[in-house]
């Protein structure tokens, strides 16, 4: 079982910046693909945001491509998603995913474990 902690969430102004980091319990993170998604209300969750293990790709959904940035630090069990020129409309409650082996990236099926989620919140 692997537990994922997001942090980072708030309130910001439209054109801001915000980093968000997801804390994950096992040391098995570091082969383990990553995933940023997010839930805005009455909408499907959507992919955001991955990166494989060794951080050798990262996939982006096309709406935040040059404004957001995911990495991660297996030092650390954590990944982040530096978010830059937010907008009203990347408002949502944002979840990171750990992969439980391969599959599609994109997709939510690919990964096992979730975040409880954060909220990120930007005023116009």
């Known amino acids: 079982q692997v537990q994922l902690v997001e942090s980072g969430g708030g309130l910001v102004q439209a054109g801001g910046s915000l980093r968000l980091s997801c804390a994950a319990s096992?040391?098995?993170?570091?082969?383990?693909?990553m995933g940023w998604f997010r839930q805005a209300p009455g909408k499907e969750r959507e992919f955001v945001a991955a990166?494989?293990?060794?951080?050798?790709?990262?996939y982006y959904t096309d709406s935040v491509k040059g404004r957001f940035t995911i990495s991660r630090d297996n030092a650390k069990n954590t990944v982040y998603l530096q978010m830059n020129s937010l907008k009203p409309e990347d408002t949502a409650v944002y979840y990171c995913?750990?992969?439980?082996?391969?599959?599609?990236?994109?997709?939510?099926?690919?990964?096992?474990?979730w975040g409880q989620g954060t909220q990120v919140t930007v005023s116009s």
């Open positions: 995913a750990a992969a439980n082996g391969g599959g599609y990236i994109y997709s939510g099926m690919t990964y096992a474990y």
């Open positions: 096992r040391g098995t993170f570091s082969t383990t693909a």
């Open positions: 990166i494989t293990w060794n951080s050798g790709s990262t």
